[in-house]
Nanobody
């Protein structure tokens, strides 16, 4: 069983930065994928970024490329999402997700474990 706890959300003005953290409890395999997703009010959940823990290979949504960076600290079972140049359209609840031994590690892949989410609000 894996539990995920997100933190680091908050309110920021457009152009600002936030760093989200996701701490995973339980045994986390290097052959695993972790991702960040978001859901804005009235919209479907969308993938933001994903990272394969064994090789640190990454995948990003086009809307965040060049602004967001996903990274990991495997020793701490933690994945981060550094968000720069934030825009009002980035406002959403951000969720962390995990899957062991994925067929494909990416924002369109399957994730079996999810956190409770953290709110990010960007004002113009």
């Amino acid at each position: 069983q894996v539990q995920l706890v997100e933190s680091g959300g908050g309110s920021v003005q457009a152009g600002g930065s936030l760093r989200l953290s996701c701490v995973a409890s339980g045994y986390i395999y290097t052959t695993s994928c972790m991702g960040w997703f978001r859901q804005a009010p009235g919209k479907e959940r969308e993938g933001v970024a994903a990272i394969y823990l064994g090789a640190s290979s990454t995948d990003y949504a086009d809307s965040v490329k060049g602004r967001f960076t996903i990274s990991q600290d495997y020793a701490k079972n933690t994945v981060y999402l550094q968000m720069n140049s934030l825009k009002p359209e980035d406002t959403a609840i951000y969720y962390c997700a995990y899957v062991r031994r994925p067929t494909v590690c990416g924002i369109r892949g399957y994730f079996g474990y999810w956190g409770q989410g953290t709110q990010v609000t960007v004002s113009s």
